[in-house]
């Protein structure tokens, strides 16, 4: 049980005053009329409405504080609020904040049974004509539910990150030697394959370094929400990575016929880890590539814009609908693209994608404290801009 404040407070005047509704006057209005139609608001509230004076005296509680406290109804007041609270001391300090101006946070409070609960708690003075507090309002709300469901959803996403964590790398002992093997098979060391062997091995190859890079994404994304994701930050020439990245995604693009313009890279520098910022731009050109048409044109252009340097990745092809960019950048979400369809109307899977890359993509600026904003129009083409500090 939390011991009230008693110093100097004889204890037979903490009840002698039963708990009544505050009175306003008002010039347009008869006070009684007044007096009611605010007596009857406050009783209407579902939260908690508290009056106390400026040492917190209880002066009012409304039915719902008594429901929420397990009070007697109609019982004296004139006791301290921190009473119903775990926490004196805290309450002391909500007291004289909110008499300077209006508070807001949560506070542990305990019913009449002993129970303890969490609460969020809204004070605020109480000013009488002449601006002076005579006294404090608290409107508290029970959000214990709230919390173990925030709790709840805690547990049950650390136990999601460490299920795939895990299952991730189970998955990839075997699936290394499958694609060791496959490539082996592939390169004809042990002797020649037909055209259908060679299509088949071709076809194992390329589905396991899907699969891989699947994993690889899910094995990140794990580690960032866990918060074990540690980047190496150190100078880093941006337009290097660019055309790294570019080299990378170029086969890809050329099986398309899809152009790459990288003629408005600058030569800029910045704190980055630049394996990760490597992956972000391949992703976004990889998304690039897969909402072009064939024979189409992407690019990358930087530039310094005060304290930022922002890096777009821009195409020019079927966009993305608006009512499904808000679907982007969450975890397992792929948005059709034309060459997908296509790939599916000739009755084959298309392995493009894993409906992990702009999520990932996201996360991993957001550890460079920078963020991702996108574009896009139907039939015009889509841009994605990563905004990045300058300064670490």
């Not at 899907?210 to 580690?223: A, G, R, T, V």
């Not at 600058?266 to 731009?281: I, S, T």
Request: contains cysteine; charged residues 25%.
């Amino acid at each position: 049980m939390l011991n009230t404040v008693t110093e100097n407070r004889p204890t037979e005047n903490r009840l002698t005053e039963n708990h009544r509704p505050m009175h306003l006057t008002s010039r347009s209005n008869p006070p009684e009329s007044k007096e009611m139609l605010l007596s009857r608001a406050v009783e209407a509230l579902q939260d908690s409405f508290i009056v106390t004076d400026t040492v917190g005296r209880v002066k009012y509680v409304n039915q719902s504080t008594e429901r929420l406290f397990r009070l007697v109804p109609l019982a004296p007041t004139n006791y301290y609020i921190s009473a119903l609270f775990t926490d004196e001391l805290a309450l002391n300090v909500v007291i004289r904040r909110a008499i300077l101006s209006a508070w807001q946070g949560e506070v542990t409070a305990k019913k009449s049974t002993g129970e303890t609960f969490i609460t969020a708690i809204t004070a605020s003075g109480v000013r009488d004509e002449s601006g002076k507090v005579i006294g404090i309002s608290f409107v508290v709300r029970d959000i214990t539910s709230q919390k173990q469901r925030e709790l709840e959803l805690e547990r049950s996403n650390k136990l999601k990150s460490d299920f795939l964590a895990h299952m991730s790398h189970e998955l990839r002992t075997p699936l290394t030697s499958i694609l060791g093997f496959s490539s082996v098979l592939e390169k004809q060391i042990f002797g020649k394959l037909n055209l259908k062997q060679g299509q088949y091995i071709g076809q194992i190859h390329r589905s396991g370094q899907h699969l891989l890079n699947l994993i690889n994404d899910i094995l990140d994304l794990s580690k960032i929400e866990a918060g074990q994701m540690e980047l190496e930050i150190e100078p880093t020439d941006l337009r290097d990575v660019c055309e790294s990245a570019i080299e990378l995604v170029s086969e890809q693009a050329r099986m398309r016929d899809i152009t790459i313009d990288q003629t408005a890279l600058k030569e800029l520098q910045l704190p980055a880890d630049e394996l990760r910022l490597r992956q972000v731009l391949i992703n976004l050109l990889t998304n690039a590539i897969k909402f072009s048409e064939d024979g189409g044109k992407i690019g990358v252009r930087t530039e310094k814009i005060d304290n930022m340097i922002s890096l777009c990745v821009w195409d020019e092809g079927i966009g993305i609908p608006q009512n499904q960019q808000n679907r982007l950048f969450q975890p397992f979400q792929q948005i059709p693209s034309r060459h997908s369809q296509n790939v599916r109307s000739q009755g084959k899977r298309s392995n493009i994608g894993t409906g992990l890359g702009l999520a990932l993509s996201r996360r991993l600026v957001e550890l460079h404290q920078g963020y991702i904003t996108v574009e896009s129009i139907e039939a015009e083409g889509s841009k994605f801009t990563v905004h990045l500090p300058i300064a670490a």
